[in-house]
């Protein structure tokens, strides 16, 4: 360990220093003095010292971004599907039905999501991993590409051992066996997915490296079996781990839960395998149902918003208002490229604060100063760093951004919460530090040479083109099924509705 003496001193002078607690429209301009990776000081005309001086006259400092979930497995999809419900997604963007990757890839995709999250403020992401192959050596490159890049992550191995598509329940009768067999796939053994994940979390330590740590990740409640939802709750409960499980993401996982006879809700499925606490973050949570969100708020549990995805795959809008009267948490999250294309939290947040005008015309709590608290300091809660990160306050870690103010978005300057909520879109980031350290300056990554990056993509994206293109020949068949099955899974009756102006039949 460095000694305080000897750490790295860097002092960002002059900035417009965001406060969740203060002024979040016209903040107070202040000094900010980093030794080694923590925050020591802030305030007026700070001696520098020996620090490095970062000038921020002009500018706004605020805290890093939290992007609570991610999966950074389909990066090379980027840009290639649209206008696929999840269903059919999942069988074009489901890397298992890609088989492994060259390690140079895996690197280069992961090197890719880090290099555009620290672009657009992104100091921390949650990484929901499907590792393919399911092997130490795939996750240490995606460990090593991290640490690389300089970002800070909680990684998550996901998890499952039941294969089937969330839609299967609604495949026809009339359906060929064989079909059928391809779209239900192989289940797996519980065990080895849990021994996989203990394997490494012992292998690795619970701090990989200062900037990772581990979070724990059941693919969903419906894809699990009951031993595998409780060895997940036991390895959380022996490490103090956060879990991320996608939960009623879909109409189809709700009408396939009422249709299965799940009583009364897939939440209960978690409950029963003792993962319903603080420490569990629900995905998506778009069909959550008012019971649902009671459930919620008695376990103390946070759900992780992510707009984007929820629209581009026709999953509906999710019950903010209903979550946040009810007194949940809630954080954000950009999701897979393939289904958002961008990891960018200034859109997220901004579709936080819109969506809710769709079913209320009311004027609401959801405020431009609301999301910024959702995207850093309920983000850090919801990956277990809530006393780490989120906020700039002496003795938190120095994970922070800093804007020019001289962008257009900010022009004239009137409002920094709603001007970095409804104007900014990552363009006007200059300097990003995590952990104290400047790895982005100047609008440039200062730990990846991106030049090189886009060559290297250059030359990997046609593979991978390629074999996404035969991966869509293969399953050609399936999508009229897929769609047939969509439309039965519309018959089950819910009482919640999730999709607005839909006609009603």
């Known amino acids: 360990m460095t000694s305080a003496a000897q750490a790295t001193r860097v002092l960002i002078r002059g900035g417009l220093v965001y406060d969740h607690d203060g002024d979040v429209h016209q903040p107070a301009r202040a000094d900010i003095l980093i030794v080694g990776d923590r925050i020591e000081r802030i305030g007026a005309n700070l001696p520098p010292d020996g620090a490095q001086i970062v000038e921020a006259a002009g500018k706004l400092v605020a805290p890093g971004f939290v992007n609570a979930h991610y999966h950074s497995h389909d990066v090379m999809a980027k840009g290639l599907f649209e206008e696929m419900p999840f269903d059919i997604w999942t069988l074009h963007s489901n890397p298992a039905n890609y088989g492994p990757r060259s390690q140079e890839e895996v690197r280069l995709r992961t090197l890719i999501g880090a290099a555009e999250s620290l672009r657009n403020g992104i100091t921390t992401i949650q990484d929901f991993l499907t590792l393919v192959p399911q092997d130490e050596a795939t996750l240490d490159t995606v460990l090593a590409a991290y640490e690389e890049a300089g970002i800070r992550v909680v990684f998550a191995v996901a998890a499952r051992d039941r294969a089937a598509l969330d839609i299967a329940p609604f495949m026809l009768a009339s359906l060929p066996e064989a079909v059928r067999k391809r779209i239900a796939g192989s289940d797996r053994k519980a065990s080895d997915e849990l021994d996989f994940v203990a394997r490494q979390i012992k292998r690795r330590g619970i701090h990989p490296t200062p900037r ?29 781990l956060p879990v991320f499980t996608h939960v009623y993401e879909t109409r189809i996982q709700a009408a396939a839960a009422r249709k299965q006879g799940v009583d009364p809700s897939l939440l209960d499925v978690l409950a029963r395998a003792g993962l319903m606490n603080e420490r569990l973050n629900i995905v998506h949570g778009v069909w959550l149902t008012q019971s649902d969100i ?5 376990a103390g549990a946070r759900v992780v918003h992510n707009p984007i995805s929820n629209l581009k795959l026709k999953s ?93 978005a900010f022009v004239p300057f009137n409002s920094a919460a709603r001007q970095l909520v409804f104007s900014e879109s990552g363009r006007a980031v200059e300097t ?3 952990g104290g350290r400047i790895v982005v300056r100047d ?13 290297e993509a250059d030359t990997i994206a046609p593979v991978f083109r390629r074999d996404a293109k035969a991966l869509a020949a293969r399953n050609a068949d399936l999508t009229a099924p897929l769609l047939d099955a969509n439309r039965e899974a519309w018959k089950v009756p819910l009482d919640i509705e999730r999709y607005i102006g839909r006609r009603k039949d």
């Open 212 to 240: 990772q740590t581990w979070a724990l990740a059941p693919s969903a409640p419906q894809r699990c079996s009951p031993e595998l939802l409780e060895g997940i709750a036991a390895l959380s409960r022996q490490h103090g």
């Open 294 to 298: 009671a459930q919620i708020v008695e």
């Open 316 to 408: 509906g809008v999710a019950p903010i208002l209903d979550l946040n009267r009810a007194g949940v948490e809630i954080a954000l999250g950009c999701d897979n490229y393939s289904c958002a294309e961008t990891q960018n939290i200034f859109i997220a947040m901004r579709m936080l604060c819109l969506l809710p005008a769709v079913t209320n015309p009311e004027p609401g709590p959801i405020t431009a100063a609301y999301a910024l608290k959702a995207a850093t300091i309920s983000g850090a809660r919801a990956v277990g760093l809530g006393d780490q990160i989120g906020a700039l306050k002496p003795g938190m870690v120095a994970d922070l951004m800093i804007l020019k103010l001289d962008d257009p």
């Open 432 to 434: 990003v530090l995590v």
């Open 443 to 455: 609008g440039k990554l200062t730990t990846i040479d991106e030049a090189a990056l886009r060559a």
